[in-house]
């Protein structure tokens, strides 16, 4: 069952932010936001993940609404090594028996950053 | 920095016959786990391994499959008699914390 919801592609010209959408009306509040990319036949790579505070490291920027229902992901200098396909995924947490559940990864947003 | 190993790069089988695909997690990660990607599909999760023992699986890990962390530093899924629909991208990742997980740059398994 698909808990995110992401456009199926977008283009960004290099140098600029880009800014990657998604939708997650269902969300528990058990559930955090992650953030993971796929560059071409490559494994997944983790980017950044929250719970309901905007969070910032090294690659990228995460905002999600106070609601929680959807979140951002900013690039904010995209280079052409950006170029990739971008998952937003919920993933279940339990603090009782401190574990995680597992990434189900989505479709993604194809992102082709241009020159 | 370090990184997630996986051996062969790429692996070709008859049906039918066992295969072991290896990895070699971060060296203090905890947590363990195979996905696998059939080409031009979604990345499927199949299995996560923790304290010695599988913490949870999905449908597609079925009595095929298993797998093992036979030392301190390798992470093995076996595949007892492929099938033609085994052939996928397998990736292997680990994780200190069970939060971030680093993924390995995969085995392409082929079938014939």
């Known amino acids: 069952d698909a808990k995110t919801t992401q456009p199926p592609s977008m283009d960004c010209a290099e140098g600029r932010a880009a800014n990657l959408p998604c939708n997650h009306s269902?969300?528990?509040?058990?559930?955090?936001v992650y953030w993971y990319r796929q560059i071409h036949s490559q494994g997944p790579q983790y980017i950044i993940h929250?719970?309901?505070n905007n969070e910032t490291n090294e690659m990228a920027s995460l905002i999600i609404t106070e609601d929680r229902k959807s979140s951002t992901l900013i690039l904010p200098h995209a280079t052409l090594r950006d170029t990739a396909v971008y998952y937003c995924?919920?993933?279940?947490?339990?603090?009782?028996?401190?574990?995680?559940?597992?990434?189900?990864f989505g479709a993604g947003t194809q992102v082709v950053v241009t020159p | 920095e370090p990184e997630v190993t996986q051996t062969p790069s790429h692996q070709v089988t008859q049906m039918g016959q066992e295969v072991i695909l290896r990895c070699v997690p971060i060296?203090?990660?905890?947590?363990f786990y195979w996905y696998r990607q059939i080409l031009g599909q979604k990345v499927e999760f199949l299995v996560s391994?923790?304290?010695?023992?599988?913490?949870?699986k999905s449908e597609i890990f079925d009595d095929q499959f298993s797998v093992e962390r036979p030392d301190g530093s390798n992470f093995t899924l076996k595949i007892r008699s492929t099938k033609l629909e085994d052939s996928a991208m397998y990736f292997c990742?680990?994780?200190?914390?069970?939060?971030?997980?680093?993924f390995g740059p995969g085995t392409r398994l082929t079938v014939t």
């Open positions: 990742a680990s994780s200190l914390q069970g939060n971030e997980q680093y």
């Open positions: 269902t969300i528990s509040g058990n559930e955090y």
């Open positions: 929250g719970l309901k």
């Open positions: 995924i919920v993933r279940s947490f339990w603090g009782t028996t401190d574990s995680w559940g597992k990434l189900q």
């Open positions: 060296s203090n990660h905890l947590y």
């Open positions: 391994f923790y304290n010695n023992e599988i913490s949870e």
